[in-house]
Structures are given as C-alpha cells and as structure tokens.
C-alpha cells in the first residue's frame, strides 16, 4: 500500500453535528490516525457504524461505509470482512449500541475472532436521545428515566470480552490523543478481533464521566508491570482492582483469525459470467 | 388400475423414516420412474407421528393424491393416520412380532403383510436394518427389482463400507424372500415397470442451494429454522469449492446484516429462513432496500403466526414480504412453483438484486422445501446461466459518476432508476451509505427535494424491470376456456394434475401460475376474458386472491387451505368444480 497516505484522507468533507468538546472528535482522529499509519487506504477500507451520536462517525470520514441499524454493525463487518479479506474493516458504535441492543452480536463477534477492529466510543450515557442511562452508566446515575439510577450494575466490557474468548481486548481515552491512535493501531495490527472501549466523554448529559474524571483516575496499564499477553494479569486488572485502566489490558499472539481457520482467502466479489466450471457435478450428486 | 402408485412408510420420529423413505424414492428414481414425495412430520426429534411418502409413475407426477397403495406401518398410530386414503387391495407391511403391532386389526378388505422385520434384520446383522427388510418386502409385492434397491443402499451407505451396503442388500433380500414364500398365494396386482431414463431427484431447498451456487452466490449466513435449514446444510461443504462461505449466526438478526456486509463488500449473498426469521430481519431489510443493496433473502413458508404449526405447509408470509417494515420501499418478491422452478428462479433473484440494487425475497414453502422429485438432468443445464451484475463501474468508468471534487455518487439519481455501484477496493469509488434518507453521494439528508428524487428514483426501478424483465405466468390447461384459475407458488403441480382430472369430468378450464408477485404479470385481460376467476392458495384469508381482485378490479372466486397440508390434485379438483358450480366466493378445503 501507498505510504503517502495521510489521515486527513479518511477526513469527509461533512461538517461534525457533534457537540463542541465531544469526545468523539478525538476517537475518530485517532482511528483516523491509525488507519493512515497502518498503511491503509481510503478505498481499500470499509467502515461500518451503528445508531447514535458515534454512528455518524462514517459520515465524517471518507472510505467505503455502511451506517447500519441500531446495533447489528458487527454483523456487517463481519460480513464484509469474510466476502473480501483484503479490505480493512473497521467497526465503530456506542456503548448503548454495543453493549445493548447490539449486545448478543459483541459476545459473538468477539468469539468468532473475524479479523477487523472494533472502536466502541463509550460515554455511558444515550447522547443522541438526550441523557437516558446506557448500559454502562454507573449504578446511581440519575437521568430522566432513571431518577434515582439504574440500580443495576454496568455492563463491564472487558469482562464480557474477556469471557467470550477475546483476543485482543483494550480501552482507550479520547482527549489521550496519542495513546489512544497507537491502541487503536494496535487493535487493527492484532490478527483477530481487535476490540478497543474508548473513554468519550459527552459533555453534554453526562456530568460523572467527565475529562477531568477520567484524567484523574485512568491508569495506564504501560506505567505498571502488567503482562497483557498473561490472563491471569487481565483478569486482575479486570475485576480486581476496580480501577480505570487504559492500554492492551489483553492480547493474544498466537490467536488464529476465523478467516485463517476458515480458509476464507477469495474476494467473493469475483465470479464468472456463468455458472462457475465444475457446477454440474452439483447436478450429478443427484443421480 | 392406477397408472401411479402410492407408497408411504410411517412410524415415530426416530425411527429412521426419512432415510427409508428416501432410499425407496432413490430406488424408484434409478429404475427410470418418476417420484414426488411428501413428508408428515413433527417438529421434534423423537415420538410423534411421521410418515414419508412416495408417488411414483413412469410418467411425470406434481402432486400428492388421496391414496395410499402400500404401506410400512412401523406403529399402529401409522395404519389410524391413513386410512382414509387406504383402499381395497392396499398392502400393509407390519411386523407382528413387535410388542405394540401385535395386536393390530388390518381392515378385511386390505392384505396385511406380517412380516418378522426386527428378526430378519438381527439375522442378517443387525436390528438396526429393520426397515430396509421392510423395503425388500415391499418390492417383492410392488413387483419392483430389487436391483434398483441394491443400487440405492449402494448410494446412500457406500461410503461406510462395503460390508454395510451387503448386509442391508442381504437384509432386503430377506424381506423379498419371507413375502415371496409366506404368502406365495397372494396376488397383489401391482408391477412397477422400469425405463431407461435416468432421472435426478431432489427437494426445493436443495435446487435453491444448487441454484445459488450457479448463480454466483458466494456467501451464506444463515439461522437454522425450520423447514430453511437444507438450504444452509446444502451449502455447507460445497459453496467452499468455489471460495464461497456459510456462517451460521448468532441469531437471524446477525445473518441477515452478515448477509448484508458481504452484499456491500460485492459478493453475490443470501440468507434463508422462515417466517419468525423474517419477522426478525424485517428492520434490517429496510435498510438493505434503502441503501439499494443486491440482497437475496429466501424465505420458505410455514404455517404461523408465531410459532404457528412449524413442519406445515403455508402460504401465509405473502403480505408480510410484500408490505414488512415501517416506510415505503420497492422490493421483489418471486415464489417459485415447483422443485426445478426453486433452481430457476434462485439464479433469476440473483440477476435481479444486481441490476436493481434491491432486495429479493425468494419464497418457497415447506411443500416445496421437502418435496423430492424427480427430474431430467437437461433440467438444470449450467452452460445456460447467465450471470448479469447490473450497473457495476470500474476504476476506468468511475470518473462518469463522480462529482467535479472527485466524490463518488452511489445514489446518482437516474432515468431507469438505477445507480452506479462501485465494489469496495475500487479506486475512486469511495462512499458511504446508510439508512438514513439520503443524497446521491449517499449523505444524510432532509432537504424535502432530495428526498422526494430519491424516493421516486427507487421507485422507477420497479418501472424500469417491468420493461425489461418478462415477469410472466405460466400457462396451462384451455387457453380458450371460459373460467380461470390463478394459484401462485407451490400449487402448480396439484393444480396442473387437477387438470386432468377436471378434464375427465368435462371441466375445461385455463389455468396460469405466477412465479412472479412482486413486480407481478398484467393479469387484467386474462381476467377480463375469463367468465369466472378461482383463485387458490393455501392461506385462510386470501391474500393473492386480493392482488387479483386490487389489480383488475374484478372479485374471484377464492379456494383456501390452511389445514397445514399441500392442496392434493383430487382435492384441488373437486374445490375447482365446486367453485365453478355455485356462487359462493370462498371454498375452504380441509383434508
């Protein structure tokens, strides 16, 4: 490929409807910066999102893209992946749009380990709808349809992933530009399903999660001795220590991709103008 | 004498009745006979009733009819589930010293066949033949050779090695031999000529599968549902041959948008399933229509709503495929009329998402899904599938569909309605889409203009096909004969066999079948020139009967079956002349 490639290739000339300050700008700079590095080009790579405010993230940047239906964009670039290995496929989403009504797809998506990334912008709260508790909201977080708040413990992602078989599995903070764009890289460099929760504050509805929280309290797991290769480290940082933690909290080397272990290697786009040679041996198994 | 044959074996799901039926109807098959089979069954795994059953003929045979000529009753239940169809001289094949046949009455007028199956299997190595024992019985009072048998069991347990395959012909040839001598005296009257025709037999879900894989489908997800399930079976383990794939998905939400990503990356895609997966893909579908996606979404019917009756036929899903989902958005609907008919018309859905950038809902029904039948071989001739892909733009042809700053318009807006379509990894062809409404470069828009371009662009495709495609019935029976009758998928077989008999009785009536619902043929002259319209399909509410009606402003008379059983010719026919002789509009038919 290309290495005269920029990220501001990826960049559509769509004007952001975000809110000034969203965390989403800096989640897509970053994945834009981690396509670009990684070699790839805009024609070459197809992005998929799903419903709510980080959905309109394919409108923003210029590649192939789909912006699906709430919830199925794992499916999708599944699909694309297997029908062309040779794209890159990016899958990006919400916490409400990964982690609820898409939240069947994620577990299954991460244990077939299709070789695409997955950048889920989580804000824990829903943007779009104007501030109703997300799945990953804190326990008391007060909305309008959660006066006195969820009363359920949030979804923890990187436990579902964990426990699903994950391969490559990290979180990411927005505002960090550059550790956010080599996680991500990460995630796309990862032979398997790389799978990336992003700290996107919304500045809008969510008065909790906030930049400064997350500049507070978020740890990198690069400034401790955590072995993100080791399961036993990801699980301790995972349900152990109850702390915030950004960078590859778990990954694979030897993880065989589902295109690997499929054979699936053609690009499906390409068949005869006819039926292909051999196909009625297909009419002779019926003798 | 009957020019055909009926022959069925029934017993308890579990008791290996599928493969028997289907090792006598592969027997029938390479002795040059032709075969329509259908299936009772039950949707679980062990007990409950189930029969397979075969109508053979040396001539050509569509339809199931109400006679039952012999059967292997491998429970008592079996012999009280069909006596009705049971007649003088139908054989009965029993074993009479299984604990619950023991006591089991053959009605006077029938020849019952007690014959030691269980016994003879264990002398011939092992119980677990049984039922081909019973085979050989049967051929041995259908005066079938048994050569034809040898070759099926050959077929279907060669690859377990040739020690299983004798055993089994060993074992046939105990049940022929017991027959033979224990009842030497008896005539049966039945003889099963042999041709020398060779002839291949498969159900409607397997010409699907085959007719996607001719058709250049190279992507499979699917949900295992019955009866849509052979069709992913079918395509698992030979769509790899040709780099395709098959993912069976979490659920039917995930295979349709797998379907759909695979459909957007440029590959021919499919998914199969049957009414609650439809129901469950309905949202994703308008987003498939929307973004102008080439998608095939098969759908074999059954008897619902909800759960409804699983393993039954019905032709209830018409009005969900043609109105399912919020919005307004074109879509194709083809409902293949018979098993070949599910091979030609699968490569046609293919041809017909890619032109029109649009979602094809293919439909059979469960009928048509289990149904095995026979067929020349020059029916399916691969070296006469085309493959056209509609408006695809390479990187040299791009350039016409970009705008000045080099964008990629995918959903330029055009006479015929039709857009150019760039496959991802094409240079300059770059571009989103979604299921927000949108411009032609495939942005969100809610610019009142745009909208209504695009609404009325996707439209004019429907216009477009309707010039270009010959979407016609299919003609049978007295094309100069006052009355009508319409039937739309599964139905043509019974319906053309009707004929024949409505014929004997001085009925004489001109009969078109529809393949085509949505866009669907111009039925107003036929209408116009008939005195009366029967319309008859196996729904309760008639739901092609008021296309009919809605198209050519004319009320029909309506036949409905939603009993969960197939229309049977005699049935069919007897509805048909009922219909024809009084004035009442809607016939219920119950078996």
New interface residues.
Partial sequence: MSSDVRFTDFK???QPTWCPGCGDFGTMNGMMKALASTGNH???????AGIGCSGKI??YM????????H??AL??????????P??EVMVAGGDGDGYSIGA??F??AVRRNVDMSYIVMDNRIYGLTKGQASPTSREDFETATTPEGPKQPPVNPMALALAAGGTFIAQSFSSDAQRHAEIVQEAIEHDGFGFVNVFSPCVTFNDVDTYEYFRDSLVDVEESDHDPTDRDDAKEAIFETGAEYQGVIYREDEAVSYTEQ????????D??????D???D???E?? | MYSDFNWAIGGEAGDGINSTGKIFAQAL??AGRHVFTSKDFASRIRGGYTAYKIRTAVEPVESIVDRLDLLIALTPRTIDENLDDLHEGSVIVYDGERTTMQNVEIPDEMLGLDVPLKRLAEEAGGAIMRNVVALGAACEAAAFPIDNLDSALQKRFGDKGSAIVENNQTAARAGQDYVRDSYADREFGYDLECTDA?????NGD?AIG?GA????C??Y?GYPITPATDVMEYLTG?I??????V?Q???E???I?????????????MTATSGPGIDLMT??F??VAT?ETPLVICNVMRSGPSTGMPTKQEQGDLNAMLYGGHGEVPRFVLAPTTVAECFHRTVEAFNLAEKYQIPVYLTADLSLAVTEQTYD?DE?D??A???ARGRVVDEESVAEWQAD?GKFKPHAVTEDGVSPRT??????????????EHDEFG??TEDGGMRVEQVDKRARKVDTAREREAFEPREFGDPAADDLVLTWGSSEGAMREALELLDERGVSVRFLSVPYVYPRPDLTEAVAAADRVVVAECNATGQFADLVEYDTLTRVERINKYDGVRFAADELADAVAAALDDDTTTTEVHA
């Fill in positions: 559509s000339d769509a805009p024609d070459d790579t197809f992005i998929v394919g409108t210029h590649s192939y893209a789909l912006h699906g239906v919830g199925r499916p999708v670039g599944t699909g694309v992946k297997l029908a062309n040779d794209l069947g797809h577990v299954h499929h054979g699936v290697d053609a690009n499906m786009a068949i005869p103008d006819g039926a292909p051999g196909a009625t297909l009419v002779r019926f003798y | 098959s390479r060779d002839y291949v037999l498969l397997e085959m894989i001719a058709g250049g190279r992507f997800a030979r790899e041959r040709w780099g395709g794939h993912v998905a979490e659920d939400l995930s295979a948008n797998i379907a759909l990503g695979a459909a957007r990356a440029g590959a021919r895609a949202e994703t308008g987003l973004s071989p399916f691969m070296d599938v085309e493959i700053d496959i991802p990894g094409t240079s300059g062809g770059a571009h989103m889409t979604t299921g927000l942005r969100r």
